[in-house]
């Protein structure tokens, strides 16, 4: 099997937009669910309602892949898996060093969905001497003084942060300096890469923030809906003159496509 050091995935060289490679993981999930169920074929309308897309941006995504379904039929489950595993590169072997084995990081270790979506943890990384060699999901801990060796011996090329926000830019720079091309940041920072270096940034801090300002929202608009719906207004119209009410600095923690991110695949 190909190991992601030596194979890279098409996606950029096919010129597939940036928005779709996004939502491919979304479809995936879903279509995974319906081959569990033996489901054989699947309509867009269904599967885009399944992904929490829109059908017609769906079929346009599929349009990138070359993949455009049969009309009264719809879409081959079990080729659409397999398309886009191979379109994300999860038909190779990635092997994936995790940096930072407190809590969070323990946790990703102990993730069951890395394996069975083409995701090998080939080694876990902690700077504590104390951890050295302790087991975690079964792997034992090593310790940073060798996360050179450790990266080129398994031919990685993924690399998992999840160490204090302090510690995390000078991990990036020696992944980065190892060859480590591909980071998953899960630290309360903004990461400094250079370029030919994808960093995805996990924040969970600032996905509760975005849902507590949405929660502020709802929590100003119902008094002044009771309000409208007693002197005979529209509900609509009344939730139109609440909304300027919410506080608008909060929405600066949305991320830079506006959506919530799938942090990870159920």
């Known amino acids: 099997m190909a190991t992601g050091r030596t194979h890279r995935p098409a996606t950029r060289s096919r010129g597939i937009p940036e928005a779709t490679v996004a939502r491919l993981p979304l479809y995936l999930r879903a279509l995974t669910a319906l081959s569990e169920r033996s489901v054989p074929t699947v309509s867009s309308e269904e599967l885009a309602a399944a992904a929490g897309v829109n059908s017609a941006k769906l079929r346009k995504d599929f349009s990138y892949l070359g993949s455009y379904g049969t009309r009264g039929v719809g879409y081959d489950v079990e080729y659409l898996v397999y398309q886009i595993s191979r379109e994300l590169g999860l038909t190779q072997d ?19 969905g890395f394996a069975s979506r083409g995701f090998r943890v080939a080694a876990l990384i902690d700077a504590d001497p104390a951890m050295a060699g302790k087991p975690v999901a ?15 011996d398994n031919g990685v090329s993924i690399g998992v942060i999840a160490t204090p926000a302090g510690a995390a830019q000078q991990v990036c720079d020696r992944l980065v300096g190892a060859g480590v091309t ?9 990461l400094t890469v250079p370029d030919g270096v994808d960093v995805r940034k996990v924040d969970l801090s600032i996905e509760l923030q975005i849902l507590a300002f949405h929660e502020q929202r709802k929590a100003g608009e119902e008094p002044a809906l009771e309000t409208a719906a007693g002197d005979g207004a529209q509900p609509a119209a009344a939730s139109r003159e609440a909304a300027p009410t919410a506080a608008p600095a909060a929405s600066a923690d949305q991320g830079p496509d506006g959506d919530v991110p799938a942090v990870m695949p159920a």
Do not use: C, M, R
């Open 182 to 190: 591909s980071i998953l940041n899960f630290a309360p920072t903004v």
């Open 138 to 152: 079964g792997i034992p801990v090593q310790h940073t003084d060798d996360l050179e060796k450790i990266i080129e």
């Open 94 to 112: 990635w092997p994936v060093v995790i940096v930072g084995i407190g809590n969070l990081g323990a946790a990703l270790a102990n993730y069951g």
